[in-house]
């Protein structure tokens, strides 16, 4: 059997155990070999077929496994839901926001809003952010 063949099974093997851990580590292996099999086909020596295996396996568990491994870790973004997922958003003012009092729309609803910052008045068409949903008011800050 030519060389190259057994690099291609070798290859295929630590691919579907690759599936089966989900480890990151036997898929590169994996394509460690792939790339040897190309060299093997070139007609590339055995010994020179394990450094070009070496080569590469080092380089992929070396620069793109840590790579492959941060995001496979990465919790989700926690979705927010209900007027948590108002926080943040940007708003209009309707009518004059103060300290007290005033109206803003937030994606097509219109709410009560009052100046995060109590010694702000914001004028009606102005652009503010969300900071806090406390019960159905907004505390809001204009944008600068």
């Not at 060389?3 to 599936?19: K, P, S, Y």
């Not at 380089?59 to 926080?87: C, K, S, Y």
Request: glycine share 10%.
């Amino acid at each position: 059997m030519d060389d190259w063949v057994i690099w291609l099974i070798l290859a295929v093997v630590l691919g579907a155990a690759e599936i089966l851990t989900m480890t990151a580590a036997l898929g590169l292996l994996g394509g460690a070999a792939v790339i040897t099999a190309i060299a093997a086909a070139l007609g590339l020596p055995v010994p020179f077929q394990l450094v070009v295996f070496t080569l590469a396996s080092a380089a992929g568990l070396m620069l793109v496994r840590p790579i492959v491994a941060r995001h496979l870790r990465q919790p989700p973004r926690a979705q927010r839901f209900g007027v948590e997922a108002l926080v943040g958003q940007t708003a209009y003012v309707v009518a004059e926001v103060t300290g007290r009092a005033g109206r803003v729309q937030i994606g097509g609803e219109e709410w009560s809003a009052r100046a995060y910052d109590e010694t702000l008045v914001i004028p009606e068409g102005a652009t503010v952010d969300v900071l806090k949903i406390e019960g159905a008011t907004a505390l809001v800050y204009p944008r600068e």
